[in-house]
């Protein structure tokens, strides 16, 4: 049993992932200030993890950027066991919020995760999971897309995780013992089978899933495709999607990777390798979920790019797994999460007993 800090943990991949190292008999401390997430999560997914889980998560409220809860996150430990490794999920994620508030981007993404890694120095703990973005290659240029690709960020949240995974860089060159990965997600979609977890996100969805969700489930009317014009089989843009609970599995793997070899700096796309057409996944949600999709082709958006898709297999050389859950059981899941909580977790009945 490992002691593991879990920053974020609320939110939609930390929650996924909390309750992936929960069931591998792990202890959790999440620190979130809960910006962009329920409470209502954590306890969900303490019932999913069964009936010892709840003595092995601790929750602190409390934000990245201040000294004193990172101190209090990290004494929140069980006696005797202190917290060993940190999967740093806490951040702002919005490409156009971004756009508007460059400082807030910068504070929280850089400043936090600054201000996290000092924290960790002070108490010794070496050993990080990072949730790094395939924002960073930007528009490009070979696809499937390699780690080796030119980073090249076309917005301020992409800046802003460049620069941290450039700080990692600076880290583990300054001080042995640095056990690091930085991992490049792709488009984690999806939901635990249950339907008891899932992506709730506040106002309009930026992400085209979450976005297809709500108008399948009548929250929203219809969806604006971008571009049918690019040079793809359908014209619309294709991406690589990856079931969250393939990505929850992904962070375990990198942890027992880290904690079981050398210090190291370990830099690997988490995406399916698979490349699926925003058309595709219309009809493969409405497909899951029964329900109409309607839709209308607009214009292309500024930097978005035809295709991007992961090239995977250094991921699973490294950590020895491959994703498992392919584009049906994407929407099987995002529709079982979006149908029973239309609103999200906002819909949570507190008189609700088994939850
Ligand atoms: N979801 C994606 O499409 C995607 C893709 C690539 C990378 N990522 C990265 O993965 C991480 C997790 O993403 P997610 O989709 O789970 O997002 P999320 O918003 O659901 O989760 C982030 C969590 O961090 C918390 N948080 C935000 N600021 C904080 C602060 N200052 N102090 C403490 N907690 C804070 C939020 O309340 C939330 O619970 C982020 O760093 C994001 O940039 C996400």
Redesign the pocket.
Known sequence: MTSILI????????SHTALVLLEAGHSLVV???????SPESLRRLLELAGPDAEARLTVAT????IRDDLERAFAAAPAGQPIEAVIH?????AVGESVQHPLRYWD??LG?SRQLLAAMQAQGCRTLVF?????LYGMPEQVPIPETAPIRPINPYGHS?AAVEQLLDDLSASEAGWRIARLR?F??VGAHPSGRIG?DPRGIPN?LFPFVSQVAVGRRERLQVFGGDWPTADGSGVRDYIHVMDLAEGHRAALDTLLSEEPQLLTLNLGSGQGHSVLEVVAAFASASGCPVPYELVARRPGDAASSVADPALAAQRLGCRTRRGLAEMCRDGWAWQSANPNGYGTANPLEGGG
């Open positions: 920053t974020g943990g609320a939110g939609f991949i930390g620190l979130d200030n809960f910006a962009n997430s409390g934000d990245i950027r999920f806490a951040g702002l994620k929280v993404n936090g949730s790094s973005s395939a924002t995780k997600y488009n984690p992506e992400n």
